[in-house]
């Protein structure tokens, strides 16, 4: 097949590093992929080292006239199978690409609030029964929706993740060493944009209630006016830890005790499936489709969001029993190899395409 995939995102984040994935996993099964990113924009950077084939188009708003000629002439030119669009935005670009032609635009929708530009498409990907049933909510049909749970690499797999492999230290001591996380340290990580959505304020406002052996070590870039905030708020705590952004953060992952997420809203969240792959019990809150990755007193624990004394109480549940979070953790490793691979993630997607395919 040859499939066009389209993003417009100048930033990093899960859809950006999906995009990604599930092209490089369509390519080395023989397909011929292309991607449609900004210039200048991270995926397209990506797309160099990965050595996917990307073509620039800004789509500058919903009404960039230039932008969609330039897309709809690519589609003619180019003349995929599949117009497979990521987020708001590129499906409704998709759609007038398309628009008299054979090629059938797919849209994949990776936030539960999203409800608009969407009806062109013939088919939509949800990351998430939570998405898929707000999509159902407003008047998509729920046939043309189906669900396919974003697919993570594995942590000792990098051949189509995102990030070409960076050296990280091969044991946990070593990990730890590294760190400088010491021994007998109960060592929490949280791996997310700083933004206000995902909540690490309300993790550092549940600091007070830890454990005395109980470290925070948060990974991402808190150079944003709400990580400034966070930085800011936990600067009196010295169990706080910020070690910025980080390429190699599946492999770091191995050198914790727990993950905690303590978003306010998640369509699906591709940090709690790398943490399930890296066998990580995991304290999150009941938010969107996290209670599809994290199975409630199964694979970790579900806590009510906005409630740092609940989150709080997870942390210090798993810290008190040890055996508890290690069957957590085994339970984890077995969803993720069942649910989250990009090996199913890829599978399952062209699955789908060959099917939209033939019912055209």
Request: charged share 20%; proline share 6%.
């Amino acid at each position: 097949m040859r499939i066009l995939q389209i993003i417009r995102s100048m930033g990093f984040g899960g859809a950006e590093n999906h995009v990604l994935s599930l092209s490089a996993g369509l390519r080395d099964l023989g397909h011929e992929v292309l991607l449609v990113a900004p210039a200048g924009s991270w995926v397209s950077v990506r797309c160099v080292v990965l050595g996917l084939s990307v073509e620039h188009i800004a789509m500058c708003g919903m009404a960039d006239l230039p932008s969609y000629w330039r897309l709809r002439r690519l589609v003619r030119t180019w003349r995929p199978d599949i117009v497979h669009a990521h987020q708001v935005r590129p499906s409704q670009y998709a759609g007038i690409a398309t628009l008299g032609t054979p090629v059938i635009p797919i849209s994949t929708v990776h936030s539960t609030g999203a409800r608009k530009h969407m009806h062109r498409s013939k088919h939509l990907i949800a990351v998430s029964d939570a998405v898929a049933e707000n999509l159902a909510r407003h008047r998509y049909p729920r046939e043309r929706i189906t669900r396919i749970y974003n697919g993570v690499p594995d942590v000792d797999c990098p051949s189509s993740a995102p990030f070409p492999t960076v050296h990280t230290p091969a044991t946990r001591k070593e990990l730890r060493d590294m760190l400088e996380i010491p021994e007998g340290q109960f060592a929490l990580v949280c791996a997310a944009r700083f933004n206000p959505q995902k909540g690490q304020d309300l993790l550092v406002r549940s600091a007070k209630f830890w454990p005395g052996h109980v470290h925070l070590y948060f990974i991402g870039d808190a150079m944003t006016d709400f990580g400034k905030s966070v930085v800011t708020e936990a600067k009196a705590d010295p169990r706080i830890h910020f070690l910025g952004f980080r390429e190699n953060v599946r492999q770091l992952l191995l050198a914790f005790d727990a993950y905690v997420s303590p978003s306010r809203r998640e369509a699906f969240s591709l940090s709690l499936a790398e943490a399930a792959a890296a066998r990580l019990p995991v304290v999150a809150t009941r938010v969107g489709g996290v209670p599809e990755v994290v199975l409630d007193g199964v694979t970790g624990l579900l806590v009510p969001p906005e409630d740092s004394g609940a989150l709080a109480g997870g942390i210090a549940k798993l810290v008190a029993n040890q055996e508890l979070a290690a069957i957590f953790a085994c339970n984890a490793r077995l969803r993720y190899e069942s649910e989250f691979t990009v090996e199913k993630m890829v599978s399952r997607t062209c699955a789908l395409y060959v099917k939209v395919l033939a019912e055209a």
